[in-house]
Each structure stands twice: as C-alpha cells, then as structure tokens.
C-alpha cells in the first residue's frame, strides 16, 4: 500500500511540473507589464498611407492627452499598399490581433461594422468620424441622380454600403428602366472616369471627393447629390482595443466625447478636409 501511495505521489508531482512548464507568458504579456511600469505613453497604430493617416495621428495625440499620456504613433504598412482615396484597411483578423497585442495598446481607423462582433477578443470605442458616400456628377442641370439619362452610367467603389444599395436598387428596376453600373476597386477610379466624360455619376466616399477635386483642375465643376431613394451609406470610424482593456476603452469613449464637446473633432476633420456628419 505504502508503494502504491508513493508511486501515485511521485506521479501527480510530475504531472503538476509538467502543467508548471507549459504555456509560457507570450510577448504581449511581458510587453505590457513593460508598459505598465513606464507609464507614460500610449501606442496607437495607424495605417500609414491611406487617406486619413494624418488625421489619425493628430487625433491620436489628442486622445492620448485628455489621459495625460505622450501619444506614440506606430506606423503600420499594410502587407499591400491602401486603394488610392480610401480608408479601408487590408489586415486579417490574426494580423490585427498581432498588431494590438505587441505593437500598440489603441488602433485608428477601424470601419464599425457589425460584422466586427464576431471577434469575440476585440473591443470598439464610439466612433469618433463619420461621414458618407454622396453621388458626384458634372451635369449642372441634374438635381437627383435618379433623373440622369438612361444612356448615362454610373461608376462606384465597389463592395461599399452605398454600392451594394445601388445594385439591389438597380435590380428591382425593369431592364429597360435600368442604368449601367460599372464597380471600381477604389474611389480614385470612378472619379477618374467621371472627369474624363466616360461616366455620368460616381458613387463614392464624399471625403474621397474633396481630396479629388483639391488635386484636379479638371475636376472643378464636379457637384454632390445625395442618395435617396437609396438607404443610409454611413461610415463610422472609431479604435480598436483588445478585450483585456475594457478600462481603457471607456477613457478613451469619454475622451471621444469630450472632445466632440470642444469642437476638436471638427476642428481636425476640416483640417484634414474629411467633411463629417453629427456623431450619434
């Protein structure tokens, strides 16, 4: 009995070593508690060559101010360079996951979609942007893009909010009530199209435009029309924090929101010429 006893003693102790041994604390732990001993400073990753690079940085450092903290901006390339005019971001859910545990506490510029829900680890603040798509013509004469002629086509960011209201809409149209609808792969394309008289409207991102038309002389008579009948196209940007950081979520959604109270939201979306819409 006695040896049984110490058999099954020696065993448990090796079982209890060899749990001991497994799963060593990963690089984004240590990083953290390295952070947490400095103390000073936030790390925000920001795409670094889409359209709103430089806003977020700014906004980045404001946000990071109202925490008392020095705002370190980390520069992300995306594994391809970002669509021309665009804000969209080209990571996989593994890749944004690495970046937030080892390279920066706070992501800019996540488009909030309820299809972020399904990452259970992630967490979103409110958004602290949004603005819309608008339709853009150069036909001075047109009022609402429904009354362009059927002969005209229209050109437009493909796989957006907007483009797939206009293709659903298009579709319970009769044939011979229908336009031409020609998807692009980014909001400089149709633009593009549209100043060289190939296409009769674009539907696109409406800061996309501006930036557009601050760059082309030949884009100096372009006009917005909205987009009704077609439902809302609204894009919300906000942060993107990992789940273990629910504290520093709610600091930063009530930095959003002091800030919005100042008028610094505005103030840098019009300095960075990204036309917004009342956050909600």
């Known amino acids: 009995m006695t040896n ?3 058999i099954l003693f020696f065993l448990l102790f090796l079982a209890v070593q060899a749990l001991a041994q497994q799963a060593p604390l990963g690089p984004e732990y ?3 508690d390295r952070l947490r001993l400095e103390g000073d400073s936030l790390r925000f990753c920001v795409i670094s060559d889409n359209l709103p690079a430089d806003y977020h940085r700014e906004l980045a450092t404001e946000l990071a101010a109202t925490q008392l903290l020095e705002a370190r901006i980390v520069e992300i390339d995306p594994p391809r360079p970002s669509e021309p005019l665009d804000y969209r971001l080209f990571l996989e859910e593994a890749q944004l996951y690495y970046l937030l545990a080892n390279d920066c506490e706070v992501f800019m510029g ?5 299809s972020l829900s399904r990452w259970d680890w992630l967490l979103t603040s409110q958004p602290y942007h949004v603005s819309h798509s608008v339709f853009v013509t150069r036909d001075e004469q047109l009022t609402k893009w429904t009354d362009l002629p059927l002969d005209e086509t229209i050109g437009t960011r493909v796989q957006t909010s907007s483009d797939i209201q206009l293709a659903t809409y298009l579709t319970g149209l009769s044939e011979n009530r229908r336009w031409k609808r020609v998807p692009n792969y980014n909001n400089e394309q149709p633009l593009v199209q549209l100043a060289e008289g190939k296409i009769g409207l674009a539907l696109v991102w409406e800061p996309a435009v501006v930036h557009f038309m601050e ?7 372009f006009r ?4 009704e009948p077609l439902g809302s196209s609204q894009l919300q940007l906000g942060l993107g924090l990992r789940s273990q950081d629910s504290f520093l979520q709610a600091s930063l959604d009530t930095a959003i929101s002091e800030l919005e109270a100042l008028g610094i939201l505005d103030e ?5 010429d990204l036309p917004t819409d009342p956050l909600p």
Not at 110 to 114: D, V
Not at 215 to 221: F, G, M, Q
């Open 4 to 6: 049984r006893f110490l």
């Open 30 to 32: 240590t990083e953290r």
């Open 110 to 114: 996540l488009a909030l979609t309820s």
């Open 215 to 221: 760059e082309h002389e030949d884009a100096a008579d």
């Open 224 to 227: 917005t029309l909205p987009t």
């Open 268 to 272: 840098l979306a019009t300095r960075y």
